[in-house]
């Protein structure tokens, strides 16, 4: 069974630029989930989406922003990029449910400079 | 605020030399709380779903526990090939967004 795939796996932008990411969760999985991770903050939670619909949204400003297709593929964007948006993002799926495991992809790792 | 907090930051231990990792969290309603290990340059990945005090799950040389407060994460004559940051998670009020840790990096030496 594949798992989750997300690509591009590295890419490197410049201040100001806008950048999308894409995700596609293990087969039979509808929640998938994003979270950034940084040496300084850890594991930080994004948003969820289920069905095409976010459902949970973490703290972060509305440059970052995501949609998720009708086969439950997710991609998210963020706009006018930070040097503080560098980090390592992950995408994660799951069979709906907090008590249900999710699975993560390796990530894109996002460089700004 | 739900909150979880891993001790040691980083442990090293020589190859057999049992120990144990700690996760305490303060979550309203548990609904889980999640092991997972993370190798370098790569995403976590998926250890064991832990649901009630008193359970115990195994996989070759890991134990997970827990209790009403914490989670124990023992390693049994760890391999070299152990070392990794294991993170713990919990679903933050009943929906899929996990609270993570900080991480415990595991360094086995040979």
């Known amino acids: 069974k594949a798992g989750v795939t997300q690509t591009p796996r590295y890419l490197i932008k410049t201040r100001g630029q806008q950048v999308t990411l894409s995700c596609s969760p293990i087969s039979g999985h509808r929640s998938v989930s994003w979270y950034q991770q940084t040496p300084g903050q850890g594991l930080q939670f994004l948003f969820e989406y289920f069905s095409e619909t976010q459902r949970n949204k973490g703290n972060f400003p509305g440059r970052f922003s995501g949609r998720q297709f009708s086969n439950s593929r997710s991609e998210m964007n963020v706009s006018t990029l930070e040097l503080g948006d560098s980090a390592l993002y992950l995408c994660?799926?799951?069979?709906?449910?907090?008590?249900?495991?999710?699975?993560f992809g390796d990530g894109t790792r996002l460089s700004i400079l | 605020e739900d909150q979880v907090t891993q001790s040691p930051e980083a442990l090293r231990l020589q190859e057999g030399e049992s120990s144990s990792l700690n996760c305490s969290y303060t979550v309203s309603g548990l609904r889980g709380l999640f092991w997972y290990r993370q190798d370098p340059g790569k995403g976590p990945e998926f250890l064991f779903t832990?649901?009630?005090a008193g359970e115990e799950k195994e996989k070759e040389r890991l134990k997970a526990t827990l209790t009403k407060k914490e989670s124990f994460l023992h390693i049994t004559a760890p391999k070299p090939e152990d070392s990794a940051t294991y993170l713990c998670?919990?679903?933050?009020?009943?929906?899929?967004?996990?609270?993570f840790g900080k991480g415990t990096k595991l360094t086995v030496n040979p």
């Open positions: 994660a799926s799951s069979l709906s449910g907090p008590d249900q495991p999710q699975h």
């Open positions: 998670a919990v679903p933050q009020g009943g929906s899929e967004k996990l609270v």
């Open positions: 832990l649901y009630s």
